[in-house]
């Protein structure tokens, strides 16, 4: 078992940064390639990033790349999600999730463990 803890979320104006981190315990954590998926009310939970085991591969959904940087710290069990120039758009619940695997996936049914989610909130 994974346990994640989001962590991070919150209200932000227009063209503002939040960064969300996910703390981890229970399993080796650099064993577990990670991604961030983000659900906005009414639509399915979509794809934001991903990272490899060492941190040497990401990959980002089109709408956010340039925006997001996804990255992790395997001494401290954590990745985070730097969001600068934020949208309205953006607005969601952002969940991390982990899969024991050397591959980056993409899609959540892939994905093994998830947190509980943190609201992120862009005001216009």
């Known amino acids: 078992q994974v346990q994640l803890v989001e962590s991070g979320g919150g209200l932000v104006q227009t063209g503002g940064s939040l960064r969300l981190s996910c703390a981890a315990s229970?399993?080796?954590?650099?064993?577990?390639?990670m991604g961030w998926f983000r659900q906005a009310p009414g639509k399915e939970r979509e794809f934001v990033a991903a990272i490899s085991l060492s941190g040497g591969s990401t990959y980002y959904t089109d709408s956010v790349r340039g925006r997001f940087t996804i990255s992790r710290d395997n001494a401290r069990n954590t990745v985070s999600l730097q969001m600068n120039s934020l949208k309205p758009e953006d607005a969601a619940v952002y969940y991390c999730?982990?899969?024991?695997?050397?591959?980056?996936?993409?899609?959540?049914?892939?994905?093994?463990?998830w947190g509980q989610g943190t609201q992120v909130t862009v005001s216009s």
């Open positions: 999730a982990a899969k024991r695997s050397a591959t980056i996936f993409r899609t959540a049914r892939q994905y093994d463990y």
């Open positions: 229970g399993r080796t954590f650099s064993n577990y390639a």
